[in-house]
């Protein structure tokens, strides 16, 4: 039982280490998708117990930046589109507008759960272009999973404007959700 639960304690220990990983190489936003990339993959060789230096996470990252940029400015686009329109529908007081916010406020959820679940498709053998392409396959083969990571992404959205510090440890739980969903759709596929 104490093994167990002190395994508990250090991967929620890795988590929030992974966190912090995630989120001193994500301060150039545009490098967010590739610390994410590099979070899931570190989070994933822990869980396997094949040995997680952090080390490997920063090779990681270094191998996802410039296509995770290129993600990056395609998310803020999206993002910036979905703003818009939340915005644009703050000023128009009929029920128009309060269904044109929360429009917006899906797509915003949309954009950033699918930016997640590309940094978790991420490898460097397949690189930005596979991890991206395979989003449709992704929801079609678990449904459920992109549902869980879009919930953790709310989540961290409702926690961060809560109190932005806590963005910092909710970056590695997002990271640890994409390994979760992945480790639970490869337990359930027959």
């Not at 040995?51 to 296509?67: K, M, V």
């Not at 910036?80 to 406020?105: E, N, Q, S, W, Y």
């Not at 940094?119 to 992109?146: C, H």
Request: charged share 10%; hydrophobic share 65%.
């Amino acid at each position: 039982m104490r093994a167990r639960l002190s395994a508990g304690f250090a991967l929620f220990a890795e988590v929030l280490l992974t966190g912090v990983a995630i989120a001193l190489f994500a301060l150039p936003v545009l490098t967010l998708p590739a610390a994410l990339a590099a979070g899931v993959g570190h989070l994933r060789r822990y869980v396997a117990d094949e040995g997680s230096p952090f080390a490997a996470f920063w090779r990681d990252a270094r191998a996802a930046a410039a296509g995770g940029a290129v993600v990056a400015v395609v998310a803020l686009l999206g993002a910036g589109a979905a703003i818009l329109a939340i915005g644009l529908a703050a000023a128009d007081p009929t029920p128009a507008g309060a269904v044109m916010a929360f429009v917006g406020r899906l797509a915003l959820g949309i954009v950033a759960t699918a930016v997640v679940l590309a940094a978790g498709a991420w490898t460097r053998d397949g690189g930005w272009r596979s991890a991206v392409r395979g989003l449709r396959d992704q929801w079609d083969a678990d449904p459920a999973a992109a549902l869980h990571v879009f919930v953790a992404v709310a989540l961290t959205a409702v926690l961060t404007w809560q109190f932005a510090l806590l963005l910092v440890p909710s970056l590695g739980v997002v990271a640890f959700a994409v390994v979760a969903v992945q480790h639970r759709s490869r337990v359930r596929v027959p």
